[in-house]
């Protein structure tokens, strides 16, 4: 009969359904989708529809984005996710390298050592903070890019900037950064921070914010000026969060175990000769800059991520 | 299957979105992999469908069943998915039958006779993707003839025929050459076609 086989059909149906990981279904729920708001206008629609048509194979890598993003930034969440199997390890493998392979004698960056102190996935991208001695480093690794900038303290009590590498999709990154809570004048939990608005050797935007909170921060969640918020990561006093665009974060949602408290972020752009802060301990000078051969085939460049400006 | 959606508010668009892809995403994705049969190109799958629904969440928010809009363009995406990676198949394997079925004749030689159960399921994987679609819309998703046709676009009419080849495809696979069905030893598995019950 065949409700043998309907009766079949539903168990084995149901059997293979059961293999599917729950982790997978989280990881589609923490992507950030960017539903549209409104609708097109059927001037604005006809237009877009015109060109998508005209665009042909182009359109599924735009479609796969969301509205506003770059194809270069796919996968971003603005939720922190878990890494992938491999995917710290790898990141970490390509920056340690391109520490090690593009150092110059001048940088007084040290050839080895460098320990990962924060590490921020966000899909396919892994940002980290490394440290070794009184150096940091920020690596920012995607699937087919990877750039480092690091921080050399300096002898006479600074630091400079080196920007080592970049290649590929976002190469080194040209853009302009501001800065809040310069000589400890910030007076909420979120300490010295910057706010670094690049962009990807595409011409992509993007914003990259890093900083210190106080002991005891558990969390904090950036509101960016369009509205949509961005969950840092958070880990030793240090914060770091960034998105796909120029829309800068202006206030901060954080949380402790003593609840969660709300502080404004003001940005500014810093004079020149001005020390930007670094949430690694190090910072970097405007006019202490000095750049280093990059090993990545894109031109190295004072200015990049955590470069004054 | 699906969770039936509340018809949404004005207002909180973002936050609607999110309670939509919370509430959808698990059975979307469970329905995508029986389609593709491939839980990486699911996932996929699934992602595109969202991403397409959050650019026209506007108008997709004030639809009746907004799951409905979503599990279309799932569906469209993965048949076209399947025929794509048939074809590919179709490619690389030599004309006298497909990979996985000489798989499973090779796994049958090493741990003796499949069960019942993984038959099946290795016959399922073996539909065109059109046909394994619309059993999985009528016995994992437990929608009716009319509403597969919709999901598809088509008429119940192809509906109808489309799951009848399948099951005929289905019974083939699972009748063994003296006759007996693995799955049910009376040899009476499949002998009609029948709405599933509702």
């Known amino acids: 009969m065949i409700e043998g086989l309907e009766a079949e059909l539903r168990a ?20 950030d989708y960017r539903p549209r708001s409104r609708a097109l206008s059927p001037r ?12 042909g194979g182009a359109v599924v890598a735009l479609v796969g984005l969301g509205a506003g993003t770059s194809p270069a930034f796919a996968g971003w969440s603005a939720t922190p996710t878990r890494p992938a199997s491999g995917q710290t390890t790898s990141a970490q493998e390509h920056c340690t390298a391109q520490l090690a392979g593009a150092l110059h004698p001048s940088s007084n960056l040290p050839a080895g050592g460098w320990e990962t102190v924060l590490t921020d996935t966000r899909g396919p991208f892994t940002l980290m903070i490394l440290r070794s001695g009184g150096a940091s480093a920020t690596c920012f690794n995607g699937p087919s890019f990877t750039t480092v900038a690091a921080n050399s303290a300096q002898t006479n009590g600074g630091a400079s ?50 900083g210190q909170v106080v002991a005891g921060v558990t969390g904090v969640t950036l509101a960016r000026s369009d509205g949509n918020d961005v969950q840092a990561t958070v880990a030793d006093g240090s914060f770091v969060a960034w998105w796909p665009g120029s829309v800068g974060a202006t206030s901060a949602q954080v949380r402790s175990s003593a609840g969660t408290a709300t502080q404004q972020l003001t940005f500014i752009v810093p004079p020149a000769g001005q020390c930007t802060p670094s949430p690694s301990a190090a910072s970097s000078c405007a006019n202490g800059s000095a750049s280093v051969p990059g090993g990545g085939g894109a031109g190295p460049e004072p200015e990049g991520p955590l470069a004054g400006k | 299957m699906m969770p039936v959606m509340r018809r949404p508010s004005r207002g909180g668009t973002r936050a609607e979105f999110e309670r939509f ?13 029986l389609i593709v049969w491939d ?20 108008r997709v928010r004030r639809m009746d069943q907004p799951v409905a809009y979503a599990r279309r363009i799932l569906v469209n995406l993965a048949i076209d ?46 539909l065109p993707p059109r046909q394994r679609t619309v059993l999985v819309l009528r016995y994992f998703e437990d929608l009716s003839e009319a509403q597969t046709a919709q999901t598809l676009g088509c008429s119940v009419g192809t509906v109808k025929s ?18 007996v069905s693995p799955a049910h030893g009376d040899g009476h598995l499949i002998n009609d076609t029948k709405e599933p019950q509702r």
């Open chain 1, 12 to 31: 084995a149906f149901a059997e293979r359904a059961h293999d599917v990981p729950a982790q997978v279904g989280e990881r589609l729920r923490r992507i």
């Open chain 1, 44 to 55: 604005m629609a006809l237009a877009t529809g015109a060109g998508l048509a005209a665009t």
């Open chain 1, 161 to 210: 900037e080196h920007v080592l590498s970049g290649s590929s999709a976002t190469g080194a990154a040209r853009g302009s950064t501001s800065v809040m809570g310069l000589g400890g004048s910030s007076t909420g939990p979120v300490g010295p921070a910057t706010q670094s608005h690049l962009l990807a050797s595409g011409g992509e935007p993007y914003t990259f914010v890093q």
């Open chain 2, 21 to 33: 892809v919370d509430d959808c995403a698990d059975v979307l994705l469970r329905t995508g992999y």
């Open chain 2, 39 to 58: 839980l990486a190109e699911a996932e996929d799958l699934v992602q595109e469908t969202l991403v397409r629904v959050a650019r026209r969440w506007p």
């Open chain 2, 81 to 126: 998915d399947g025929k794509r990676r048939s074809r590919r198949r179709g490619e690389l394997e030599p004309p006298d039958g497909p990979l996985q079925a000489r798989a499973d004749e090779a796994a049958a030689r090493v741990f003796g006779t499949l069960d019942a159960r993984a038959e099946l399921l290795g016959a399922l994987a073996l």
């Open chain 2, 162 to 179: 489309t799951a009848s080849r399948a099951l005929a495809r289905l019974r083939e696979a699972l009748v063994e050459p003296d006759g």
